[in-house]
């Protein structure tokens, strides 16, 4: 730990340094200058790093590992979710989940700042530039499915574009469609 002095003093130096005040004062308080804003999250996977780097770190036994671990969901479906937990039970019961809905454009700040410990889902293609930075590994593929009555006159053609009559349509991100019979 530093003392407040040696931390003002370090302060001090880094803003002669990068010739910036670092924080702004405003009438709610301090605030990060640009600069901070910019290289932060930088700074932060740099900090990350070198702790994984430094830490010694025995070999992990899923049996005998306690763990509390953040999964950020980029709309995973449930079954996929349900499965993971039973998986996680029987193999690795001393690691507890928790579960947090985020977005691919919020993903690599949600790991970067530690709120979720992985994330799963199909990243954004618009915000991509972070692969490089994380580790990508399919787990599933999905498939279209189409659930219909079994006495829909339809069952067994192949599937077009537009919707069939009493085919229900859903979606992660929207509401059902009103196709239904």
């Known amino acids: 730990m530093m003392s407040q002095s040696g931390v003002s003093h370090a302060l ?5 340094l990068v010739n910036d005040p670092l924080f ?3 009438p709610t308080g301090m605030i990060p200058s640009a600069l901070t804003e910019r290289v932060s999250i930088r700074v932060n996977f740099a900090l990350n790093e070198m702790q994984d780097v430094l830490s010694v770190r025995s070999e992990f036994d899923p049996a005998t590992t306690e763990a509390h671990v953040t999964i950020g969901l980029l709309s995973t479906p449930p079954m996929f979710v349900a499965g993971l937990c039973r998986v996680i039970q029987d193999r690795a019961p001393g690691i507890s989940l928790a579960f947090r809905m985020i977005t691919p454009d919020i ?10 410990d ?9 915000h991509m530039d972070h692969r490089r930075r994380f580790t990508y590994d399919e787990l599933f593929r999905d498939d279209l499915v189409c659930v219909v009555g079994r006495d829909n006159p339809r069952v067994g053609q192949v ?3 537009e919707p ?3 085919c229900a349509i859903c979606s992660g ?3 059902i ?4 019979d």
Do not use: C, K, Q, Y
Request: aromatic share 0%; glycine share 8%.
């Open 12 to 16: 001090r130096n880094l803003r002669a």
């Open 164 to 166: 069939m009559p009493g």
């Open 159 to 161: 599937l077009a574009s």
């Open 118 to 126: 992985i994330a799963i889902g199909a990243p954004d293609p618009d």
């Open 177 to 180: 469609s009103e196709n239904l």
């Open 107 to 116: 993903m690599p700040e949600m790991v970067d700042n530690r709120l979720v």
């Open 173 to 175: 991100s929207g509401p």
């Open 24 to 26: 702004v004062r405003t």
